[in-house]
């Protein structure tokens, strides 16, 4: 089992910057690809990033590319998505999920562990 928790969301105007990070523990961290999804209101939920166990290979959604950075501690158990130039469309609650290390994409269903989630909303 790995546990996840999210923090750092938040309320912030548009074109604004938030740091969201994800705090593991359970099995080994370094063991697991990492990704961030976010699911807005009455929409399913969407791939944001994801980050390989070494980190060294990054993947984005088209519409986060150049705005978003994913990275992670393995020594501190942590994944971060730095968000910048934020847009009223990236209001949604920001999950963090664990996949094995053989994968590393945007299909929920690879993935097997899931935080509770943080809410980003993004004004005008």
């Known amino acids: 089992q790995v546990q996840l928790v999210e923090s750092g969301g938040g309320l912030v105007q548009a074109g604004g910057s938030l740091r969201l990070s994800c705090a593991a523990s359970?099995?080994?961290?370094?063991?697991?690809?990492m990704g961030w999804f976010r699911q807005a209101p009455g929409k399913e939920r969407e791939f944001v990033a994801a980050?390989?166990?070494?980190?060294?290979?990054?993947l984005y959604a088209d519409s986060e590319k150049g705005r978003f950075t994913i990275s992670r501690d393995n020594a501190k158990n942590t994944v971060s998505l730095q968000m910048n130039s934020l847009k009223l469309e990236d209001t949604a609650d920001y999950y963090c999920?664990?996949?094995?290390?053989?994968?590393?994409?945007?299909?929920?269903?690879?993935?097997?562990?899931w935080g509770q989630g943080t809410q980003v909303t993004v004004s005008s």
């Open positions: 980050i390989s166990w070494s980190g060294v290979s990054r």
């Open positions: 999920a664990a996949a094995p290390n053989y994968y590393i994409g945007g299909s929920r269903a690879k993935y097997d562990y």
């Open positions: 359970g099995r080994t961290f370094s063991n697991y690809n």
